[in-house]
C-alpha cells in the first residue's frame, strides 16, 4: 500500500463551485498534513498546513484532517479560474524527520 | 522575497553524457532537496542534504548523485544520462527550524535525454 493516495483526476469545475480535493495515507506516524498547489510550468508552492487533526481555514481554502480515518481534505469555496492548477497532498513525521511523502497531485480545472 | 534557482528551464542530452543540474538557494536554509515529477507518478525524492557536504538517499538514488560544497548550492548529477532520466527535475530547500514540512521549490528543469 502506498504511503499517500491521491485520486490524480482531472477535476473540472464551474466557477463558483465548491471543490473537494481528498487524499488518504496509512502511517499513522505522520504528524504534519500539507496542500501544495502547482500552477502549469511552476514548482510547488505551499498552501494550507495543519498540524494533527482538525480545520484550518485560510480565506476561501479549508484544510482537514481525520486522523482516527487517515484521511486529508482540502476544500475551495467560491472556486475562481485563477484556482486551476494541480493540488498535491503531503504528511510530514514531523522533528527529526527531513523527508516529505507527496501524493500525485489532482488537476483541478476551474472553468469560467 | 525568497528565492530557489535552478540554472537551465530545459535541457536536452544525449544518452550517456553526463548532466550537471545546479540549484541555489538564498535563504539560507540547512536542508536541500532534489526531485524529480513524472506524469502518473508524482513527486519522488532522489536525494537530499542537511548540511554542506553532507547527502542521503532519498527513494530513488539509482543512476544520480549529488554534490553540496557550499551552504547555498546543491547540484544533481547524472553520471550517464539514459532516456529514463527524461523528466521534470525539481529543488527545494527549508530551513532546519521552523514548520515541519514546508519546502520552497523551483520552478523546475524539464531534461530531454535523447
Known amino acids: 500500500q502506498k504511503e499517500v493516495e491521491q485520486d490524480p483526476g482531472p477535476l473540472s469545475v464551474p466557477e463558483g463551485a465548491i471543490v473537494s480535493l481528498n487524499c488518504t495515507y496509512s502511517?499513522?506516524?505522520?504528524?504534519?498534513f500539507m496542500w501544495y498547489r502547482q500552477y502549469s510550468r511552476k514548482g510547488p508552492e505551499l498552501l494550507m498546513y495543519?498540524?494533527?487533526?482538525g480545520n484550518k481555514e485560510d480565506g476561501r481554502f479549508t484544510a482537514q484532517v481525520d486522523k482516527s480515518s487517515k484521511y486529508i481534505s482540502l476544500f475551495i469555496r467560491d472556486s475562481q479560474p485563477s484556482d486551476s492548477a494541480t493540488y498535491l497532498c503531503?504528511?510530514?513525521?514531523?522533528?527529526?524527520?527531513?523527508?516529505?511523502?507527496f501524493g500525485k497531485g489532482t488537476k483541478l480545472s476551474v472553468i469560467p | 522575497d525568497v528565492k530557489v534557482t535552478q540554472s537551465s528551464r530545459y535541457l536536452v542530452k544525449r544518452t550517456g553524457e553526463k548532466v550537471f543540474l545546479e540549484c541555489v538557494q538564498d535563504?539560507?536554509?540547512?536542508?536541500m532537496f532534489w526531485y524529480r515529477q513524472d506524469p502518473g507518478l508524482g513527486l519522488r525524492l532522489i536525494y537530499f542534504s542537511y548540511d554542506v557536504k553532507m547527502k542521503e538517499k532519498g527513494d530513488i538514488p539509482e543512476g544520480y548523485s549529488v554534490s553540496r560544497e557550499k551552504k547555498e548550492r546543491f547540484s544533481l548529477i547524472l553520471e550517464s544520462a539514459s532516456t529514463n532520466q527524461t523528466s521534470m527535475y525539481l529543488c527545494?530547500?527549508?530551513?532546519?527550524?521552523?514548520?515541519?514540512?514546508?519546502?520552497?521549490f523551483g520552478s523546475g528543469t524539464q531534461l530531454s535525454v535523447l
Open positions: 495543519t498540524y494533527s487533526s
Open positions: 502511517n499513522s506516524a505522520f504528524q504534519y
Open positions: 503531503a504528511v510530514h513525521r514531523g522533528a527529526g524527520s527531513y523527508q516529505l511523502t
Open positions: 527545494a530547500s527549508s530551513p532546519r527550524t521552523g514548520i515541519s514540512g514546508k519546502l520552497f
Open positions: 535563504m539560507d536554509h540547512e536542508n
